[in-house]
Structures are given as C-alpha cells and as structure tokens.
C-alpha cells in the first residue's frame, strides 16, 4: 500500500486549508464532521473517516465513498471479517501495540498515538500503512519527522497547519510538509514534473520541471505554477489565458519526480496547434472532444444535431446498439458493436452534461462500496431474453428518495447541546453547516452556458425543448402581458398576490434614497454621493411544473422600485410553452420588460451574454437549483459576460430562540416550515433555561406536526441534522446567534423588541411569537432572499439598493482649489506620479494671475 506523506487530521475551524489540502492527497475525517466537511470539499477530494468511538454504522461509511476507515480495536474485533482489510486502519493506543502484529496481518493500515517516535521498522511491520500522531508535535520537529518516518506518514491536525509558504513556530506549512521529503538528483535542484489531465487520461499533457517554490504557490493557489529552466517561476496561462486549475498533486515511488492533475483551460498546454505535447488525443477521449464541439457547433437538421436534440432517436439509437452488442459472436463483431454502443452512449453523457471524469467517478464510488445488490436484471429484461409478454413497471407519481422508508413511525427527534459543558472545538461544530462547492458543477454547465452563448436563439430553443420538453417558436414574452381569466388564477389567490404586492412595494420604496448626499469637506470642496438603477437585471424565478409567485414579487418590486429600464424575468415554460399565470400576473405587476422562457444554466448564459431576442442584463438575482447557482458563479467570473449576481447561495436555514415564555406549538411550527424546504436544510433551536418538560412539550409537537406534513420524509432528514442548543441567558443565546449568523433568526422571548438592538449577524429577523418567517417570505414586506452559510456577517439580503450603484461626483472652485492643491501636489509627488501633481499646478499657476 502506498501512503500519504503526511495525513490532514480535519478538525472544524480546517475549512479553510481543504482547497489546499485536497490537492495532495486523503483527508481524515472525524465521522461527526463528515455532513459538514463533505460538501465543502473539491468533487475529486478523497478522504477516510476517523470513525472510532463513533455511533455511525462503520460499512454504510465505506459504501458512502469513504477510502477506508479508521477504528478502534473493539470495533476491528467487532467486525469480524465483514469489512475487506484494505479498507481498514486499526487505531492503537501504547498499551495496545503488543496486539500490532496479530492485527496488521488483517488490516493494510496501523494508526498509532503515542509520544514515542515509531516507525514501522520499529515496530516490525512491513508491506503495511503505518500513520503516526505525536500528541504535542512542533512544527520544526514535524518537519523533521516527516523527513525521517518514510515509508511511514504523520497524523497532523488541521488545527496546527497553515496555508503559507513557510512555517512559524506555531503552525506547519502546507507546502513545506509536502515538499519535507522530496529530493532532486538534478544539479539545479529541481523535480522533473508530469502534467497529466484530469478529463483525459489517455496520454499526458507534456513534461515539466518545479522547484520548492513553485509547487508551494501551485499548492497554494490551485493553479498550475511551474518553475522554466530559463525564465523563473512560469505560471501557466498568466498571459495566454490558457489557465490550469489544479485537481491533485503527487509523488513517485522515490520521492524526486511530481505528477500534476489540472483541468486545462484555454488553447491548450503545449505551443503548438496540439492537445499535448506528445501529439493530439486518440480514442475516448478524442471522441469526448469531438461530441462536445459538435453539441457546440452541429448545425441544425444534422444527424448529430438530432442526436443531442431528439431524446427518442438517441434513446432508440442505444437500445438498438445494446442488442447488437449482445448477438456479437465474433471477436471484431464484438469489437465494432461495443464502440457503436460507446459512440452514442457517450452523445447521450454529453448532451447531460455528462463527461468520461463523471463516469470515471462514478465508477470508482461504486467500487468503494462494500455492500452489493443482487445484481439480477429487472423482471421486463428477463421476460424479453426468455420471450415472455412483458408487464409495464409501475411507478410512484411523485419521486421517493431511496434513503426514505415508506411509512416511518419512529420519533422525529433533535439532537441536544448544552452549550456550557462543550469546549471551544465542540462548540465550533455546532456552527458548522454544509458549504456548497460548485466547482464539479460548473464544469458541467459550462457546455450548455457555452452553447448558448455561441448559438444564441437557435442553441436556447433547442435545450428548451431538451430540458423543459417545450418547443418553442421563441423564448420570449414581451408586453403587454395578457390578465389571467378567473379560472386560471381565482379571485382569492389574486387578492393575496396583491397584498403581498403592495406590501412588499410600500417597504421597499421607503428604503429608496430620496435625495443625493451633499458634503462640503473643506470651504470651496463639495462632494457628493447619488443613486442610479442598474439599467438591466435579471431575475430567475424557478418555475415548470412549480408555482412561485412570492419569488416573483420578492425579486421583481426591488427592480421596478429602484427604476431599472429593462427588467428580464427568466421562468422555465411548461409543455406547452405557457408560464404559471401567478408568475404572469406578478409580471404584469412589476412591470416586466421581457418574459425569458427557459429554465436553468441556459436561461442564465442568456441573460448573462444576450441573444438577438433575449437583452443582456447587467446583473441576475434569484433562487435556483444547484446548476443555476453553478451557472451564476461561472458568468460572474467571466469578463466577457460583464454581469454580477446577488449573492452566495446555500441550503435555507433558520435559528429559533427560546425562553419560558414560548409556546411550543409555535415554536415546532416555525423549526417544521424551515425544515421541509430541504433535507440539507439547517434548523437550530436556542433554548434558555428551559424546563425538562417545556422542551419536551417542543419535542413533542415536532413530532406530531411534522407526521402531519406531506413532506415529511424530507423534515424528518432535515431535523436528524438538527440541533438544541441549551443556554443559561439571553445574552449567551444572542452572543451563540450572532456568531451563527442565520439566514432567518425568529424571537420567542419575553421582551423580543428589546433583543433585537443586540442582534448583529441575521439574514432577516422575525420578532415575537406572531411573527413566524413565513410572513417575510410571502406577504408581511421583507425580502425573502437572504444570505445564508453564515454570509450574514458580511451580505445584506436583497433589498431596493441590490439594483441600485452609487456614483460620487466633487465640485471643487477656484478657491477650494488653492486651498487643497498643494496637498494634493505633494501626495503626487510622493508617490511619483508627475503628471497628476502637474494637473493640479497649472490650475494653480492660472489662479495665480487672477
């Protein structure tokens, strides 16, 4: 077995070392941090889990896509063989080592604490892991050890390593800790370097060379950094653009040469019109290039074309080559079948958005499970080989996710905390929530961003009538737009769309700046400070077969409150081209400028680049799944676009505080309305000073009400991950608040107005026991989109100002002029910038002769 050169043990305040982290190979995870940390981590991150001590059932880890797992001995013993030994690492403590032996003949890995420096010659051992942790370890003496201990590899806590080129005394370097035990047999000490691409593996991308300080900046930054043998530190696409984003860094077996994994961006690696520098791609992978250059650019009417466009052809193209396949009796009939089957199989990867990494991950999960199905074919396969009628399957009219049982009467339960008897890590964790990394994601929209862009129109209907199975003679609506008929939106659901309309309108025109702010800082100097709208904005309500006013209005108010010229409102259409007429008359309402009628990442490059029908926006807001949120981050980071977006995105949350005076009724309520919007849903409840039965009288009515939801399998996963926090006061439960920093905080308190002037981290606030959050997210005025992930710190929710900028101006006179030139003059000159001080003196000399 071959080990890492040293193990990041993850503890909860490491989120920000795993982008660097994940670069240089497996990640230890303890198994309570496993839900926070995992989604936070790069798609290609491996990781085993520290599952010792833990409650979590040990092989549901190893088929969840854990590499192996650590465990302590009673647990190893406890196994008993149901666990492959390559998927195992005993954890030993000293009084334990005299058993090393017996067990290493059962595991391939041995995970030792002890103060003692042992290596695996030490200890006797060979053709085996061996993982070292010191229990007080100094960086310098880490160094060290790491140096020395190879084959073996140190155990070491986040807590003491830091993202920087070098170490202090108080915390390890990432780079350093790689680059401990590399060596050069080069005279000028560098490492000859292979770069490999993480899409295509059928050959490498060219040969390079590194030294210390490149790889530490390569580590550092995710990027491909090299160091040229003639000109220095060579970061790769500085100038091109033809940028690398950095997958995972490795070593060979002697520890003097690296392999890089990038995604390569741009023209390409090598100088020459070639994929690499040993020539271009050959089969998959050049096919895979092939198909995703024809999804660009096949022009309509083409076979090819009708492959990525007509599901039932490409569907009927597969089930015809698998049969094919299947009858092949001959090697080369074997041969020619198999790569007609892999030819279209792949058009149909493709055209999801689907690449041969996808596959490739997907197959190596499913290698890492240890439990199996059956395997046997389903009945309607069965009775097609055996010539029996076939019986149409019957299947659910909505979606059970597999981890849901059924029917489930087990209690719906939250775990609890008490906040004072938790040290300073175990009270990090309770701030943890998942993270969302998009960056698996937005590979896979860049194809269909990247076609609309390209094709424009032509592209955008064509994935319409792919993805939202609507085809469209245009994906626009302009205005006017028609009223809908009472049958299509009842006089009742209008009323309340107008309420809400009016609402929300009366407090967001209150937040709209009246008149510019005027300063005169010194006699003759004026400045001042004035508001114009965003001219063009987006906004994505998620629609087909969903209803989503409140989005709407929520999103469209802002835009016509703040005077934007052109409002786009994108909704994904229904089968038959129509929008819900909620949506429509919200439109009307707001005073939509055009109605863009597609969904997900293709309706976002359309508003992001514009197309002959479509207007270019200058910003997008809005809620969506997570391609759209992949698709947001990718336009907002491409110069040509030119658009920015509201805000980070993440699963919705609320935090509920709590004292004697709650009714627990409410207070379930308001827990349940946040929890069934998703299973990654974060619901926190902060109680104070409870009775034992106040909190079971909660627990009570969260069950009862939650068993009353048509959502409840997805409540109940969400309240699984849930928590109550138990605190003394008001003050620890605000202080644990305010470093939560939710994205809706709601207020059962005796004296809720009064609290809220300690609030300083909250997306939205919801004060007293008749405020629950879902009057700010339909109707009570409030803006329903929110930071959430914490953001709250530093975001505002969306407000009249997200579709406003700010524009300073100065009037400076003859005399203000003469008194602040010579500053002015003088701070130039200082920093060397003549021709601004000269600005400035001739003015001067011209007053001179007045």
């Not at 003692?116 to 050890?145: C, M, R, W």
């Not at 170490?167 to 370097?173: D, E, I, M």
């Not at 660009?296 to 090819?304: D, F, I, K, N």
């Amino acid at each position: 077995m071959s080990t890492p050169i040293f193990l990041p043990l993850i503890d909860p305040s490491g989120s920000t070392l795993l982008p660097s982290l994940a670069l240089l190979g497996p990640l230890l995870i303890p198994a309570g941090l496993l839900r926070a940390v995992l989604p936070t981590l790069p798609a290609q991150a491996k990781y085993y889990v520290q599952a010792e001590n833990s409650d979590e059932e040990l092989i549901s880890l190893l088929d969840a896509g854990a590499l192996r797992i650590v465990v302590s001995l009673p647990q190893f013993k406890q196994l008993d063989g149901q666990v492959p030994k390559e998927r195992l690492i005993v954890k030993l403590n000293e009084e334990e080592l005299a058993s090393v032996k017996e067990v290493a003949e059962q595991v391939t890995g041995i995970y030792v604490v002890s103060a003692t420096a042992h290596t695996a010659k030490s200890l006797g051992l060979s053709n085996i892991d061996v993982f070292l942790q010191h229990p007080s370890p100094s960086p310098a003496g880490l160094l060290e050890a790491i140096k020395s201990s190879r084959p073996s590899s140190y155990v070491i806590p986040t807590e003491i390593l830091a993202a920087s080129p070098k170490s202090t005394s108080t915390h390890l370097s990432i780079p350093e800790a790689f680059l401990a035990p590399i060596v050069s047999d080069r005279p000028d000490g560098l490492f000859p370097t292979i770069v490999s691409s993480s899409t295509h593996s059928s050959k490498p991308l060219g040969l390079v060379y590194s030294s210390k300080e490149s790889v530490a900046e390569a580590i550092l930054t995710q990027k491909g950094v090299y160091q040229s043998r003639k000109h220095g530190l060579w970061r790769k696409g500085e100038t091109s653009g033809a940028v690398q984003e950095l997958v995972s860094v490795g070593l060979d077996c002697d520890s003097d040469a690296l392999v890089f994994n990038v995604v390569q961006h741009g023209s390409g690696f090598c100088h020459l019109p070639q994929s690499t520098c040993f020539g271009g791609w050959s089969g998959l992978a050049k096919l895979e290039d092939t198909l995703n250059s024809r999804l660009a650019s096949a022009p309509e009417g083409s076979y090819t074309k009708r492959l990525f466009t007509d599901e039932k052809l490409l569907r009927s193209k597969i089930m015809e080559e698998a049969e094919e396949l299947c009858d092949a009796q001959t090697k080369e009939e074997v041969a020619f079948e198999a790569a007609d089957l892999v030819y279209f199989a792949l058009a149909r990867c493709i055209s999801k958005g689907v690449s041969l990494q996808d596959v490739e991950k997907a197959l190596d999960k499913k290698s890492l499970k240890v439990t199996r199905r059956k395997g046997d074919a389903k009945p309607k396969w069965e009775a097609k080989i055996n010539g029996e009628p076939i019986k149409p399957e019957s299947k659910p009219t909505e979606p059970v996710p597999k981890a849901f049982p059924e029917v489930d009467d087990s209690r719906i339960k939250m775990r609890t905390a008490q906040l004072n008897q938790l040290n300073a890590e175990e009270q990090k964790k309770l701030l943890l929530r998942p993270v969302l990394n998009s960056l698996a994601m937005i590979d896979k929209v860049k194809p269909i961003v990247e076609r609309v862009r390209k094709e424009g129109d032509a592209g955008l209907k064509a994935m319409t009538k792919q993805f939202d199975r609507a085809d469209l003679s245009s994906n626009v609506m302009l205005p006017p737009f028609a009223t809908p008929s009472e049958n299509e939106l009842p006089p009742d659901v209008k009323k309340a769309i107008d309420v809400a309309y009016e609402n929300v309108k009366t407090f967001h025109v209150a937040q709209n700046e009246k008149e510019p702010l005027v300063v005169e800082t010194m006699p003759g100097v004026v400045c001042s400070r004035f508001a114009r709208p965003i001219s063009r904005v987006g906004v994505y309500v998620p629609g087909g077969t969903a209803i989503l006013p409140s989005t709407a209005i929520m999103l469209g108010v802002p835009a016509q409150v703040a005077g934007c010229k052109t409002i786009v409102m994108a909704t994904p259409p229904r089968p038959d081209g129509s929008i819900s007429p909620e949506v429509l008359y919200v439109a009307k309402l707001v005073g939509v400028t055009c109605i863009l009628k597609a969904g997900g990442a293709q309706a976002v490059g359309a508003m992001a680049y514009g197309t002959e029908e479509v207007p270019k926006v200058d910003k997008i807001f809005g809620p969506g799944n997570q391609w759209v949120t992949a698709a947001k981050m990718l336009v907002q980071n491409d110069t040509d676009a030119l658009v920015a977006i509201d805000m980070p995105a993440g699963p919705s949350e609320v935090l509920v505080i709590a004292d004697h005076t709650a009714n627990p009724i409410f207070v379930a309520s308001d827990l349940l309305s946040q929890a069934e919007h998703g299973t990654d849903s974060q619901v926190v409840l902060v109680a104070i000073n409870l009775t034992s039965q106040h909190l079971a009288d909660i627990e009570e009515q969260i069950d009862i009400q939650a068993k009353a939801l048509p959502r409840v399998a997805i409540a109940r996963e969400a309240i699984k991950k849930s928590v109550i926090v138990l605190v003394d006061n008001e003050k620890e439960a605000i202080d644990f608040s305010n470093e939560y920093a939710p994205e809706h905080l709601i207020l059962h308190l005796e004296d809720a107005e009064g609290a809220v002037k300690s609030i300083d981290n909250a997306g939205s606030v919801f004060v007293g026991a008749f405020s629950p959050e879902s009057c700010g997210d339909y109707a009570s005025g409030t803006n329903h989109t929110l930071p959430t992930n914490g953001f709250a710190r530093q975001f505002s929710g969306v407000n009249t100002l997200s579709f406003q900028k700010h524009i300073t101006s100065q009037l400076v006179s003859g005399d203000g002029l003469r008194v602040l030139g010579p500053s002015v003059v003088r701070l130039a000159e200082r920093e060397g910038l003549e021709a601004h001080a000269n600005a400035v003196r001739v003015r001067l000399a011209e007053l001179s002769k007045a």
